[in-house]
């Protein structure tokens, strides 16, 4: 398995406070994302970084940020976490980011009350 | 943009019946395209990726995928379904363009339930 780490598992927040997940990779790879899964919508682009301090918006990245200040750890924020930012969070990571798959983590259950 | 479409949110099988799980995708040009299985409480797992180096795919766990160009199509395969298949499956294409590079873009997913 690739080794991917994200922290914490399962989590229960109150609306509006902050929430930071953590993903952790051992593989050096270059390219990081950061998923929510959602039923009936797959699973839709946070953001995603392409090296370190180099970032970008996927399709759903509003109320959400990130930072990549080390190659091994890509951190996703909920700035004022809301009831429809409850989800499954997802990292993942990708060597060359075209032909090379994505490996994912084993995911973040995070709820909003 | 690139986009896929999972014809089916959920299939349902017999044991030792045929899969099928069909996906077609939306590119400009030739793409990248995965399938991938999520097992309950599970991250994703790669069951096969097709790179322009040959049609047909073949993957893990005895699954298989046809490209077909011309039907824009990279529908998933077995010929014989096991209880163990029973999961969810994602097709899902690569973007080719700058800075966007690596960047999957997901169908919703189809649920394959398999009966005893």
């Known amino acids: 398995d690739a080794g991917i780490t994200q922290s914490p598992r399962h989590k229960v927040t109150e609306t509006g406070t902050p929430v930071t997940l953590r993903c952790h990779q051992t593989?050096?790879?270059?390219?990081m994302y950061w998923y929510r899964q959602d039923p009936g919508h797959g699973l839709r682009l946070i953001h995603y970084?392409?090296?370190?301090?180099?970032?970008d918006k996927g399709e759903v990245s509003d109320g959400y940020s990130v930072s990549r200040s080390k190659t091994e750890d890509f951190l996703l924020t909920l700035e004022s976490a809301t009831s429809s930012q409850t989800s499954v969070y997802f990292c993942?990571?990708?060597?060359?980011?075209?032909?090379?798959?994505?490996?994912f983590g084993q995911g973040t259950r995070l709820t909003v009350v | 943009a690139q986009s896929v479409t999972q014809l089916g949110s959920h299939v349902s099988v017999s044991e030792g019946a045929l899969v099928l799980l069909r996906c077609n995708y939306s590119?400009?040009?030739?793409?990248?395209l995965f399938w991938y299985v999520q097992y309950p409480n599970q991250g994703l797992q790669l069951l096969l990726k097709?790179?322009?180096?040959?049609?047909l795919v073949k993957g893990i766990n005895g699954f298989e995928a046809e490209f077909k160009k011309s039907e824009t199509s990279f529908h998933l395969t077995k010929p014989s379904a096991h209880m163990s298949d029973a999961a969810e499956y994602f097709c899902?294409?690569?973007?080719?363009?700058?800075?966007?590079?690596?960047?999957?873009?997901f169908g919703r997913g189809t649920q394959l339930t398999v009966w005893p």
């Open positions: 970084s392409y090296g370190v301090k180099d970032t």
């Open positions: 593989e050096n790879h270059r390219y």
């Open positions: 097709y790179t322009s180096a040959a049609t």
């Open positions: 899902a294409v690569s973007s080719d363009r700058g800075s966007t590079l690596g960047r999957l873009y």
């Open positions: 590119s400009s040009v030739p793409p990248y």
């Open positions: 993942a990571i990708s060597d060359s980011g075209k032909t090379t798959e994505a490996f």
